[in-house]
């Protein structure tokens, strides 16, 4: 029993795959070798830059550094971030001088994304028993997923990066 290797062609026993990508079913698997990189028949060049990567997940990532960095912070409107995952990141980390603090900063990121209207589908619904949770303005621990894949996230920096990387969604905020 076995299948072509979805990114190099190369017809693979079951063996030659994880479990997670024998699970993927034929015509999406991707053998060890191409997984585990050690299959260095196929190089991933950037077109701006011309650097090489090993994996198409190495290029994604090394592509962001060739963004134009024109995306404010929602809070204090500084223009200098390549992606809204950045400005959230930004704000998140409490060194946004528009709202100082961790935990402040969560729940007024917390409360933006619930007054934005196409942030809606990616609010994870409140509890039916919240046990006197979330009446206080307080955040959910896990507020935000994604319904494409339904992966949760603690941070709304996480959603906005993994939609950028995993469903190509660069811009689901609008401010």
């Known amino acids: 029993m076995g299948r ?6 190369d017809w693979c026993s079951r063996e030659d795959f994880s479990f997670n990508q024998w699970k993927k079913g034929d015509g999406y698997s991707r053998c060890l070798d191409c997984t585990q990189g050690n299959n260095n028949t196929y190089s991933y060049e950037c077109h701006k830059c011309y650097k090489t990567f090993d994996s198409q997940n190495s290029l994604n990532m090394h592509m962001q550094v060739h963004r134009p960095r024109n995306v404010s912070c929602p809070i204090c409107g500084d223009c200098r971030f390549r992606s809204g995952a ?36 990616y609010m994870t619904g409140t509890p ?41 969604q660069m811009r689901m905020l609008q401010y």
Do not use: W
Not at 4 to 9: G, K, L
Not at 90 to 110: L, Q
């Open 86 to 121: 950045n400005a959230v990141q930004h704000v998140e980390s409490g060194y946004c001088s528009g709202c100082k603090g961790r935990n402040n900063a969560r729940n007024n990121i917390y409360q933006f994304a619930r007054s934005q209207r196409a942030m809606q589908p």
């Open 4 to 9: 072509y290797c979805s990114e190099c062609n």
């Open 128 to 168: 039916m028993l919240t046990n006197g949770g979330y009446r206080d303005g307080s955040t959910p621990d896990y507020p935000y997923h994604c319904y494409q894949c339904n992966k949760q996230f603690r941070h709304l920096s996480q959603l906005l990066q993994h939609n950028d990387q995993k469903h190509g």
